[in-house]
């Protein structure tokens, strides 16, 4: 009897791991190409479809390549775009953020042309636009000025409404931006146009090869006086609640890796629908290591993803939207 129980207790870990389909049966997590949300990078131009060297597989697309990149998506059941603008000068106002027919404004009238139920996220933050590089405007002592920053963040955000955008994702992490840009949509007839708020956005190294991508490297300081220190996750949940309150429809925690117990906190916290951004160190990290046979891609790849879904993300921000999607695909197939 002894040695019966002692062996049944041996094997109830494993009876259900013996084959792929009981360990199909028995998954918690499954990942789906409809939850993934895959950045553009967007630059003046025509015919322009630059590499970025620090994101291999990542380019910078002028408007008329965007085509076949969104047939390449539907294809792939990849149905939402993060849109990022680069413009062909930059002022310390960041006018081509907010200009009706702006690059980003561009992109977004020629995806919805292409593919109308395609899910156009933009992106909304000056950095790209201005020439110091900051995500606001400045006062004379270079400090980043709140206020004034969240009229011209409002206008980005009707801007991009204007040309058909789905989602309005601000990133700029000044205060009040999400219920001034929730009035400021509203007040232009987008009462429907949804906000994804990056909430619990961390001052992070992570965000290195972005920008290079975006060329929006502030150009003195850093961005430690309006992003949040990496060592806190208590005040993760007070910008949650923040956004939450000026009606934020999505909320986000980025970079996602190191910041698991962040998600799993917030995933805690609220019942609304919780991106995770994973950024674009955590992709260079991963294509440096998988060019030197160092990981298995594929295997690492779906193994963060499917991490960061545990941890409790729904909607998964990520450079590897298409590879991930094409090997979910294939091993369904
Ligand atoms: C700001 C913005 C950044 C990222 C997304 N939006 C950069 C920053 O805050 O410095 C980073 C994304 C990534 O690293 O992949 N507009």
């Known amino acids: 009897m002894v040695v019966a129980t002692r062996l049944a207790l041996f094997t109830r870990t494993r009876r259900t791991r013996r084959t792929e389909a009981l360990r199909a049966l028995v998954r918690e997590t499954r990942l789906d190409p409809s939850q ?3 950045p553009l990078f967007i630059t003046h131009g025509q015919g322009i479809r630059h590499e970025i060297s620090s994101m291999p597989g990542q380019y910078q697309l002028s408007v008329d390549m965007l085509a076949p990149e969104v047939a390449e998506l539907r294809d792939l059941g990849v149905r ?5 603008g680069l413009p062909a000068s930059k002022d310390a106002e960041g006018t081509e953020a907010y200009a009706p027919d702006g690059i980003v404004q561009q992109a977004v009238r020629e995806l919805k042309r292409v593919d109308p139920s395609l ?4 992106d909304v933050c000056l950095c790209e636009y201005t ?3 900051h995500c606001g405007l400045l006062t004379p002592g270079g400090e980043v000025d709140n206020d004034p920053s969240l009229d011209l963040l409002s ?3 009707v801007t991009c409404a204007e040309a058909g955008a789905d989602v309005i994702a601000p990133s700029d992490m000044m205060d009040g931006r999400v219920g001034a840009i929730r009035e400021a949509l509203d007040d232009a007839g987008f009462s429907s146009t949804p906000i994804m708020a990056y909430s619990a956005k961390y001052a992070s190294g ?3 090869p972005f920008r290079d991508a975006a060329d929006s490297t502030p150009q003195f300081g850093d961005r430690r006086g309006y992003q949040m220190d990496p060592a806190n996750a208590r005040e993760a949940r007070r910008e949650v609640a923040a956004d939450i309150e000026e009606s934020a429809d999505i909320v986000m925690v980025k970079p996602a890796l190191a910041y698991l117990d962040v998600i799993r906190d917030v995933r805690e916290q609220t019942d609304l629908p919780l991106a995770a951004y994973n950024v674009s160190g955590e992709y260079a990290m991963v ?5 030197n046979n160092w990981i298995e891609e594929r295997r690492i790849v779906l ?3 499917t991490a960061i879904a545990r941890a409790g993300a729904s909607i998964i921000i990520t450079y590897h939207a298409k590879d991930a999607a094409r090997w979910i695909l294939e091993d369904r197939a």
């Not at 294509?287 to 060019?291: E, N, Q, V």
């Open 36 to 38: 993934f949300v895959y």
């Open 80 to 84: 939402a775009v993060l849109l990022f």
């Open 119 to 122: 899910v156009v996220i933009v």
């Open 131 to 133: 020439d110091h590089g």
């Open 155 to 157: 206008r980005m955000a």
């Open 206 to 208: 992570f965000y290195g």
């Open 287 to 291: 294509k440096a290591a998988a060019a």
């Open 303 to 305: 193994e963060i993803l």
